[in-house]
């Protein structure tokens, strides 16, 4: 069974660009999430699908962050404007609904110059 | 305080050794209790999860539970240099939606040889 799927793996760009991750989940998982990792801290949440419904986006900086998950399967998360603060590991997860038995992808390490 | 906690170490331990890992968590009503490890540079993998009082055990690794005390924790038995790793712990969060898990900062083993 396939794991879960991030595009890119790293990322750099300058201060003030977008930039856009993308994640697959683990086939038949319903439910899906962004997480934050910081060096040194564990991951925090920014959003969490049951299907095309984030029914957690409390942590999500909606100025400048957007995700999507329109056809219930893979998502998009999305920074517009990017600041130096951002850099960080960008986790996607992955679990059946009802769960919370979670399984991460393999990230991807932002880096905002 | 934190909502869950973790001694960062590095934690210290000869190969063949037992390794106990700790964490303690604020929400009394938290009901699922997860270990991941990560290697550096990778993502969080799952080891263990544990939702009932006691002891549950794979292999080498060994969750504890005590609601009372607030308090979860893996001993891995026979350490090995392969062992050496972040290991985050993470709690859900009670009244909550399924699926809302708290991760502390992690536990950094170092297994010598």
């Known amino acids: 069974e396939a794991g879960v799927v991030q595009s890119p793996r790293y990322k750099i760009i300058e201060k003030k660009q977008p930039v856009a991750f993308w994640c697959n989940p683990i086939?038949?998982?319903?439910?899906l999430y962004w997480y934050l990792q910081n060096l040194g801290q564990g991951p925090e949440l920014l959003i969490r699908?049951?299907?095309?419904?984030?029914?957690?986006d409390s942590q999500l900086p909606k100025d400048r962050f957007s995700a999507e998950r329109l056809k219930g399967v893979d998502s998009t998360l999305k920074i517009q404007p990017a600041e130096l603060g951002d850099s960080a590991v960008y986790l996607c997860?992955?679990?059946?609904?009802?769960?919370?038995?979670?399984?991460f992808g393999p990230g991807t390490r932002l880096t905002v110059l | 305080q934190k909502e869950v906690e973790q001694n960062s170490g590095p934690l210290s331990v000869p190969e063949g050794a037992i390794a106990s890992l700790n964490c303690t968590y604020s929400?009394?009503?938290?009901?699922?209790f997860f270990w991941y490890r990560q290697y550096s540079g990778k993502s969080p993998e799952l080891i263990m999860f544990?939702?009932?009082?006691g002891d549950k055990e794979d292999g080498r690794f060994t969750a504890q539970l005590n609601k009372a005390s607030q308090y979860v924790s893996l001993l891995i038995r026979d350490s090995q240099p392969s062992d050496s790793a972040t290991y985050l712990c993470?709690?859900?969060?009670?009244?909550?939606?399924?699926?809302?898990?708290?991760f502390g900062q992690g536990t950094t083993l170092q297994v010598k040889p």
């Open positions: 997860a992955s679990s059946t609904l009802g769960t919370d038995t979670q399984y």
């Open positions: 086939s038949g998982h319903n439910t």
């Open positions: 699908y049951e299907n095309e419904e984030a029914v957690d």
């Open positions: 929400d009394r009503g938290s009901q699922s």
């Open positions: 544990i939702y009932s009082n």
């Open positions: 993470a709690v859900n969060r009670a009244g909550s939606n399924t699926g809302k898990l708290i």
